[in-house]
C-alpha cells in the first residue's frame, strides 16, 4: 500500500465499520476475525514505519488503534452483539451503555474508547496499591488509545512525579 493510499484509509477509518476494517463478512467465525486482524495488524504495524515521514506515522499509528479496537470488540461475544445492534443503526464504532446519563466531561476523563477506559481504570487502581510503576504504564497504554485525552496525560505527569519522589 502506498503512502497515500494509507493517508487515505486513515481519514477514512473513523467512518468504516470494523468488519470492512478487518475485510470479513459480519457473520466471520473469531478464528477468521483473528486471521484477519493478525494480517492487517502486520500490514499497520507502526514499528514497520519508524522511518517514514511523521504524518505516514500518524496515519498508520490510527489505523493500527482501530484495528486493535475492532477485534476487541468482535472478538467479545457480548460486545460484538451490542456493536452489531449499534451497527444497524448507523453507529460505526463501538459504544458501551453506561448505565447513568453522563455529561461529556465525566466520558472525556474516564476514556473516548473502551481500550483507553480499561486502561486507566487499570492504572487508578495500581495507584491506589501503590504500584506506580504499573500505573505510569497503564496511563502509557491508555494514551496509545486516546493521544488527546489531557486528562490522562496530568494524571500521567502526577505519577511520574510522584514517583521520583
Same mark, same amino acid.
Given at each position: ?10 481519514? *477514512?477509518?473513523?467512518?468504516?465499520? +470494523? ?6 463478512? #459480519?457473520?466471520?467465525? /473469531? ?5 484477519? +486482524? ?6 499497520? $504495524?507502526?514499528?514497520? +514505519? ?5 504524518? &505516514?506515522?500518524?496515519?498508520? =499509528? &490510527?489505523?493500527?488503534?482501530? /484495528?486493535?479496537?475492532? +477485534? ?6 457480548? !460486545? ?6 449499534? *451497527?444497524?443503526?448507523?453507529?460505526? @464504532? ?8 453522563? %455529561?461529556? =466531561?465525566?466520558?472525556? !476523563?474516564?476514556?473516548?474508547?473502551? #481500550?483507553?477506559? @480499561?486502561?486507566?481504570?487499570?492504572? *487508578?487502581?495500581?495507584? @491506589?496499591? %501503590?504500584? &506506580? ?5 497503564? &496511563?502509557?497504554?491508555? *494514551? ?6 489531557? $486528562?490522562?496525560?496530568?494524571? /500521567?505527569?502526577? /505519577? !511520574? #512525579?510522584? #514517583?521520583?519522589?
Amino acid at each position: 500500500m502506498t503512502g497515500a493510499e494509507i493517508r487515505a484509509l486513515a481519514r *477514512l477509518v473513523d467512518r468504516m465499520d +470494523y468488519y470492512r476494517l478487518l475485510r470479513v463478512d #459480519q457473520e466471520a467465525s /473469531l478464528p477468521k476475525i483473528r486471521v484477519a +486482524y493478525r494480517r492487517a495488524r502486520r500490514q499497520f $504495524h507502526p514499528d514497520a +514505519y519508524l522511518s517514514a515521514e511523521p504524518v &505516514l506515522r500518524d496515519a498508520v =499509528d &490510527l489505523i493500527a488503534r482501530r /484495528l486493535i479496537e475492532a +477485534y476487541m470488540v468482535l472478538r467479545n461475544s457480548g !460486545q460484538r452483539a451490542a456493536y452489531n445492534k449499534g *451497527l444497524s443503526e448507523g453507529k460505526v @464504532r463501538y459504544q458501551p451503555e453506561s448505565g447513568a446519563e453522563g %455529561g461529556r =466531561d465525566g466520558r472525556v !476523563q474516564e476514556g473516548k474508547t473502551p #481500550q483507553g477506559r @480499561r486502561s486507566f481504570s487499570l492504572a *487508578l487502581a495500581e495507584e @491506589r496499591g %501503590g504500584n &506506580l510503576g504499573q500505573a505510569i504504564a497503564h &496511563l502509557k497504554m491508555a *494514551l496509545t488509545f486516546e493521544r488527546s485525552n489531557e $486528562h490522562f496525560r496530568e494524571k /500521567l505527569v502526577a /505519577l !511520574q #512525579q510522584a #514517583q521520583k519522589s
